[in-house]
Structure formats: C-alpha cells, structure tokens
C-alpha cells in the first residue's frame, strides 16, 4: 500500500490518502508534509476536484469498514447517502439508522471516521450549531463553506 499526498489550500492542509486493491483505506489531514505531492488514485483526482469546490459524488468508492463495530458501519454508511451541499443533525441520523436515543454514539462513531469527505461526516451538524469534528472544528467549516452549508 502506498500514499498519495496534496495540498488542499481551502483547508490548510496537506491530505494523505491511501487505497489498497482499489480500496479507500484511509484520508488524513496534516499540517505538515515532508514530501513531495504524489497523485496516483482517481480518488485523490476527485478530492482535488472536491477542494477546488467542484461537486463530486463519492459514492462509487469502495471504503474499508472493517475495523468497525457494525453499529458503527451502519453510522458510516448512513452518512455516506448526505448528498454534497445538504446537513443533517446527529439526531436525525440516529434516527434514519432507527436508533434514535443514539445520538451521542453516532457522534462518537462519526468521530471514528478514517476517510473524511468520502463519508462526509462534516455534513452531520448539531441543533446548535456545527457539532464536533476531529480535525478541528475550523476544518468542519471550512468543508462546509465549500458546499455552500449554512449552520
């Protein structure tokens, strides 16, 4: 398994991705790189794309969720259906997996999440407001701006 790396200037942040046998593994913002941009996966085409502020649909990428609980898969793959530009709460999240006393267990399994933007847990805000992330909540809005998402 290798790393594709690039900058994504709407964020701030250097983006690491990694995919094995043509499966999304993991995407990781970083402050920091050493190295050098390397694109080899169509994915990381399409999340330039996305930081460029073009709409781009996801959904055609097989993503590893095989270190998660099913509860958590089930969260995951829930989030995976918010189209690009919409929000929902946590709540009603909770309520679409038919779990909706789950609130704070979806948050928590959002905040497991390995491959931001591609389940687009930033699209999952809270009552009051835009809710956690676990890049820093400054990175939540930022990818919100980028789909024009008002909270």
């Known amino acids: 398994m290798s790393t594709d790396y690039f900058y994504a200037k709407p964020i ?3 983006v690491a991705v990694e995919e094995f ?17 390397r694109i080899t ?20 990428y097989d993503v590893d969720l095989s270190e998660f609980t099913p509860f958590q898969q089930q969260v995951l793959t829930a989030t995976r259906s918010i189209r690009w530009g919409n929000s929902i709460t946590y709540s009603r999240l909770a309520s ?15 905040g497991k999440n390995r491959v931001p933007v591609i389940i ?3 699209r999952v805000v809270s009552k009051n407001g835009s809710g956690g992330f ?5 990175v939540k809005q930022r990818l919100l701006g980028l789909e024009s998402i008002k909270v």
């Not at 046998?21 to 941009?37: D, I, Q, R």
């Not at 679409?96 to 959002?110: S, W």
């Open 12 to 14: 701030d942040m250097w």
């Open 21 to 37: 046998a043509g499966v999304v593994k993991s995407v990781h913002f970083m402050k920091n790189h050493t190295g050098k941009t």
């Open 41 to 60: 996966y169509p994915v990381s085409l399409d999340l330039q794309r996305y930081f460029k502020g073009e709409t781009v649909d996801f959904s055609c």
């Open 96 to 110: 679409l997996i038919e779990r909706p006393r789950a609130t704070r267990a979806v948050g928590t399994a959002l």
């Open 120 to 122: 687009p847990c930033h």
């Open 134 to 138: 676990s890049y820093a909540l400054d």
